[in-house]
């Protein structure tokens, strides 16, 4: 089989030399890579040009903004029977490419595989282990952990985008959803995808050992001060409805959201949140749970009048 890596990049030259010098060195060549770029990113361009004699690379460029919308377009132009996806500032480990294989080689049901990602950051490495990963439980919680999962290959929920890989066909039919909402990357994408594909009838497989090194930088720690913001909940519970509307069991889909309005998480606050920040956020905690609720009920009208959006 054929196996593409997918890198969307945007202003992180440095990073991105770093992945593809990995991709170079991986023990399985990929058949095709794909950067996609911005348009206007000429420092992305730069680093592309000096890489293009050192493997099958190609440029695929975006206009508009967003992660999803550079997801989209690398599909597009994938020719392999395997997409591997992972970001400008992961670096994936020399066997990344050959477990991966291995894992679709091995199972025509498989739709979808997936691994940790060994956090780097502030001169450390998170070095925890897990052994919940990636389960939606029947009302809605999340417990992600990729970053920390240990064990062996296991079935999951939902894949960390990151480090994840889809048999092309399917996942291009499907599409991420252009309508989530953000600024650069859209919270939830990856849980929106893997939905969708287990909805489609397709297993999604974490084994630890497909792993990569992840040297998140500055702007995503930007992004994470700003998970306290009312416009980021508003966005992150618009995603979130979106999200679980590809969710099979209509049931457990209803369960889900009212978790999402009853409880929610600090970012995303229901009632019972709010009410515990309410002692160390004071009003803004209730600024927090209102903009959260806004989110979700814009994403609701919108699957209801999708044409009005």
Known sequence: MRIAVMIPSYRRPHDLARCLEAVRQQARQADEVLVVVRAEDE????????????????????T????VHALNAGLARCTSDIVSITDDDAAPRPDWLARIEAHFAADPGLGGVGGRDWVHQDGRTETGQRRLVGRISWFGRVAGNH???????????????VNFSFRTAPIREIGFATGLRGDGAQVHCDMQICFAMRRAGWRLLYDPEVAVDHFPGLRDGRARDRLARPET????????QMAIAAVGDGWRRLMMRLWSAAIGTRAVPGLAWAAGLLCLRG?????????????????????????AG
């Not at 420092?43 to 975006?62: F, K, N, P, Q």
């Not at 508009?64 to 992660?67: C, E, L």
């Not at 909940?233 to 979130?240: H, I, P, Q, V």
């Open 43 to 62: 420092e992305t361009a730069a680093v592309v040009s000096l890489w293009r004699g050192c493997m099958a690379l190609d440029v695929v460029e975006v």
């Open 64 to 67: 508009q903004p967003g992660q």
């Open 147 to 161: 970053h920390l999962g240990a064990g062996p290959a296991r079935e999951v929920d939902v894949l960390k985008g």
């Open 233 to 240: 909940s508003f966005d992150m519970a618009y995603n979130y």
């Open 283 to 307: 009003a803004y905690a209730f600024s927090l749970w209102r903009a959260a609720r806004a989110g979700a009920k814009a994403a609701r009208r919108q699957q209801r009048h999708p044409a």
